[in-house]
Structures are given as C-alpha cells and as structure tokens.
C-alpha cells in the first residue's frame, strides 16, 4: 500500500516562497509518475504540476508556469514543489499525487498553503 506525507505548507506573504515535499513508502516510486494538485475552498481540485519517473519529463499548468518547479528525488522517493513569487490565488490545500505503473492513483492527506496579501 502506498502512502504519501506532504509536508512544507505554511502561512506567507505574497511574494515569498515555499518548498513542498510528499514522501512516499510502499510502492515504486522510481517507475512512477508523481504530481501535485491543488484545491481551494468552494473550488474543484486542479492540476498544478506532474513529473515523469526519470525526472525528464515535466509539465505544469498555465498558470504556475514560471513561477512553480516540480523535481523529485528517487533515491529518497520524495517529490518537491519549488513554488517562488507566491500570490493570495496560490492558497489551498496542495496534495501529492503517485500514479503507479499498475495506472492507479494514490493521495496524500495534502498540506495547507495560504498566502496573504
């Protein structure tokens, strides 16, 4: 069974950064495609960030593009979420996403961060 624990969320002002990590146990991690989600009060969870197993192939949505960076470490089966210049929208609760090779998805219990202006 796959469990992730997020962990780096906090209370900012716009501007600042934040480092994520979600660290994962009891599943290949290195073969794996790993993402982050966000999801803010009264609002669907979206898409923010996903990583391919090597590291190689990364993808970000629109509106992160330039100001979020996605990386992962095998080694230590965690995956990180660089979030620079962070803005009151980037508030919600982000969680760690692990897309297995068996094609099933597993979640964290997610890490609130809420930016202030």
């Known amino acids: 069974q796959v469990q992730l624990v997020e962990s780096g969320g906090g209370l900012v002002q716009a501007g600042d950064s934040l480092r994520l990590s979600c660290a994962a146990s009891?599943?290949?991690?290195?073969?794996?495609?790993m993402g982050w989600f966000r999801q803010a009060p009264g609002k669907e969870r979206e898409f923010v960030a996903g990583?391919?197993?090597?590291?190689?192939?990364?993808s970000y949505e629109d509106s992160v593009k330039g100001q979020f960076t996605i990386s992962r470490d095998n080694a230590k089966s965690t995956v990180y979420l660089q979030m620079n210049s962070l803005k009151p929208e980037d508030t919600a609760v982000y969680l760690c996403?692990?897309?297995?090779?068996?094609?099933?998805?597993?979640w964290g219990q997610g890490t609130q961060v809420t930016v202030s202006s």
């Open positions: 996403n692990y897309h297995s090779v068996f094609r099933k998805d597993y």
């Open positions: 009891g599943g290949t991690f290195s073969r794996s495609r």
């Open positions: 990583i391919g197993w090597s590291g190689g192939s990364t």
